[in-house]
Structures are given as structure tokens and as C-alpha cells.
């Protein structure tokens, strides 16, 4: 079975510093990882996927995230958080083989940016 | 960007009464869509997964019999929350897939 698992459910950090939000992942065949955000009230809006190309992933907003196989992760970080990047974090991996369309999704970690 | 609309985008109702919401792909067409749902503070959990005129497939533990998917065309899926109850009050988003997932922006049901 897949999975994924997200490390800290809720992390704050201050304006201008270093995000970093967690994801481990379980599979027995390569994932396909993604990270989406979502604002209150509103959808999902995916900011980087991981489809077995480059392990260092750029997403949108300043997002990176980098696959490493040895640690099963998919960790997202940004160098400078804004306050526009509080919301919700969602880490997914798709089910199957390959991207599937059949997202499981982690448990979410809410970001608080402090001024 | 593929555009995926969902209607209505909120929606309240009394107890016992049915519900359908819509999915919709506007510039593409779907081979599959898939139902989440989202209860306040908590993660998506897929519900169904749905193929242009065939029955939906549900996962382990979700009502069939609730939860009517309709896949009439592919560009539109509809989900029924038939004879719904508080405890089906929830945000339910759809995606629409091909080649890979596009999220609606999601319909907050109410059911008092």
C-alpha cells in the first residue's frame, strides 16, 4: 500500500525565514509525490510534483522540494517565507503506478508566518 | 491551465433532504474524476473514482447508497448525497484527470 505521512501537523515560522514542511512517503513501486496548498475556503492549487525526473523539484511561489529515495521524503521548503504562504500544506502521492489521478493525501501541516 | 468547475459552491439543506453537485471539466475532456471529501480541519479523503458511463468505483467504507455518482459525459460528473444528515456536512472537492489531476475548487455542504 501507499501512503504518506506528514511530520508536525502545525509549524510557525517568521517572516523571511526558512520553511520547511515534511512529507514521508511508502511505496512499493517509484511514486509520483506532489505538494498542494490550500487557502480557507478554496481548492487545491499544486505547487510541485515529483514524477521520477529530477529529484530537486521548483515549484511555484518559491517552493522546492527534493526527493530522496534513501530517506523515503519529499520535504518542501521555500528560503524566505511570506505571509502570504500561510494555509494549508498537503503532501500526496498518487496511487498505482505512475500518476494515476488516485491521490492519497498526507494529514495536512498547517503554516503560520509570523511578522 | 485546465479549468475544472464545481457547482453549487455552497450549498445548505435540511435534514433528509438529497443534494447533487457538479463537476465539470471546461477546456478538456476527463477520462476519469474522482470525489474527495474534507471535514473541517482534517485531510481529503477520496471517496469514489468515476469513468464516463460506467458505474463508480467506492472506497472501503463509503455508502454507495448515499453517495450517488452520476459520470454522464466526459466532462461532467455529479455526486448525490441522498437523504443527507448533519454528519454528512463536509467539503467535498472533485478532480478531473487526464494525464494528470486538476482540482474543482471544492462545495461546502451544510445539512442542518
Known amino acids: 500500500a501507499q501512503s504518506v505521512t506528514q511530520l508536525g501537523s502545525h509549524v510557525s515560522v517568521s517572516e523571511g525565514a526558512l520553511v520547511l514542511l515534511r512529507c514521508n512517503y511508502s511505496?512499493?513501486?517509484?511514486?509520483?509525490l506532489f505538494w498542494y496548498v490550500q487557502y480557507p475556503n478554496q481548492g487545491l492549487q499544486l505547487l510541485l510534483k515529483?514524477?521520477?525526473?529530477?529529484?530537486l523539484v521548483k515549484g511555484i511561489n518559491g517552493f522546492e522540494a527534493e526527493f530522496k529515495k534513501s530517506e523515503t521524503s519529499f520535504h518542501l521548503t521555500k528560503p524566505s517565507a511570506h505571509m502570504s504562504d500561510a494555509a494549508e500544506y498537503f503532501c500526496?502521492?498518487?496511487?498505482?503506478?505512475?500518476?494515476?489521478?488516485?491521490?492519497?493525501f498526507g494529514q495536512g501541516t498547517t503554516l503560520q508566518v509570523k511578522p | 491551465g485546465a479549468v475544472v468547475s464545481q457547482h453549487p459552491s455552497w450549498v445548505i439543506c435540511k435534514s433528509g433532504t438529497s443534494v447533487k453537485i457538479e463537476c465539470r471539466s471546461l477546456d478538456f475532456q476527463a477520462t476519469t474524476m474522482f470525489w474527495y471529501r474534507q471535514f473541517p480541519k482534517q485531510s481529503l479523503m477520496l471517496m469514489a473514482t468515476s469513468n464516463e458511463g460506467s458505474k463508480a468505483t467506492y472506497e472501503q467504507g463509503v455508502e454507495k447508497d448515499k453517495f450517488l455518482i452520476n459520470h454522464a459525459s466526459l466532462t461532467l460528473s455529479t455526486l448525490t448525497v441522498t437523504s443527507a444528515h448533519p454528519e454528512d456536512s463536509s467539503f467535498y472537492i472533485c478532480?478531473?484527470?487526464?494525464?494528470?489531476?486538476?482540482f474543482g475548487p471544492g462545495t461546502r455542504l451544510t445539512v442542518l
Open positions: 511505496s512499493s513501486v517509484p511514486p509520483y
Open positions: 500526496a502521492v498518487s496511487l498505482g503506478s505512475g500518476n494515476t489521478g488516485k491521490l492519497i
Open positions: 478532480s478531473a484527470f487526464w494525464r494528470e489531476q486538476f
Open positions: 515529483y514524477t521520477s525526473a529530477a529529484t
